[in-house]
C-alpha cells in the first residue's frame, strides 16, 4: 500500500514539474481572470438592477406627477398667450408666450410617449433571479470573449438577459442559459501560447468594463432621478408620501393658474 502512494506521490510531481512556462502562467492568469469575472458579474447584477430601479420609479413619477404638470403646463401657455395678445407690440410678451407654448407641447409629447408604453410594475427581485442573472453574465458577458463577431452576438444576447431580468422574467433567463449550454460552440480549446495571449486580452477587457461601470454607476447616482428616489424613500420611511404631496401642491398651482386665466379677458 506505501508503495502505491509513493509511486501516486512521484507521479504527481512528475506532471508538475512537466508543466511548461507557458502553462503555470496561464494558470495564474486564469486564476486572477475568474477572480475578475467573478466581480464583474457582481457589478453588472448591481448596475442593472439600479437601472431597473430608476426606470421603475421614472415610470411612477411621470403617471403621478408628470401628468400633473401637463395640465399645468398649458394652462401657463394659455395665460401667456392671453397676455401676449393683449400686449401685441410688446416682444418680451410674445416669447414668454411662445416658450410657454414650446414647454406645454414638450410635456404633452413626454405623456403620450409614456401613454403608449405598458405600465411597469414596481421593480422587484429574489436571490434565485440574481444568481441567475451572475450565472448568465459569467457565461455570456461580451468581454469574456476577444473575438469582434462572438462580441456582438454576445452583446445582443446580454441586452436580452438584462430584459429579462429588469422584468423578472425567470422563464427567459431560464431558456437563455439552456439555449447556451447546448450551444457546441461554446466548446474551445487550444494551445497554451494561444490561450495565455488570450486570457490576458480579457483580463484586459474586464478591467475596462469594471471601470466603465463605476463611471455608471457614479452618473446615474449623480443624477437628480436617483437623489429624488432616495428622498422618495426617506419620506417613506418617516410615514410621507412625498409624491403625493408633489401632486398636491401641483394642484393648487393648477387652480391658481385656472383663476388667473379667467381673469385675463
Known sequence: ?????RK???????????????????????????????????????????????????NLYFRMVGAKYVKLDELNA???????????????AQKQAEEARRQAEESTKTAEDIKKTKPIKDFESNERIKRLYRRLALLVHPDMTTDPREKE?????MTEVNRAYEEGDEECL????EEWQNNPDSVKGDGPGAELVRTIRKIAQVKRRLSEIEKEMNKLKQSELYQLKIEVEKAKK?????????VDQIDKQIIEAKHQLNRIK
Open 1 to 5: 500500500m506505501g508503495s502505491i502512494i
Open 8 to 58: 501516486t506521490s512521484h507521479m504527481k510531481k512528475n506532471l508538475i514539474s512537466s508543466k511548461t512556462p507557458e502553462d503555470r502562467e496561464v494558470e495564474i492568469k486564469q486564476a486572477d481572470l475568474n477572480h475578475l469575472e467573478e466581480t464583474l458579474s457582481k457589478e453588472e447584477l448591481e448596475l442593472v438592477t439600479l437601472q431597473a430601479q430608476l426606470h421603475s420609479f421614472q
Open 78 to 92: 394659455q395665460i401667456a398667450e392671453r397676455l401676449a395678445r393683449l400686449k401685441p407690440k410688446d416682444k418680451e
Open 153 to 157: 452576438r454576445r452583446h445582443h444576447i
Open 174 to 177: 431560464l431558456k437563455i442559459l
Open 238 to 246: 418617516a410615514g410621507k408620501n412625498l409624491l403625493k404631496q408633489m
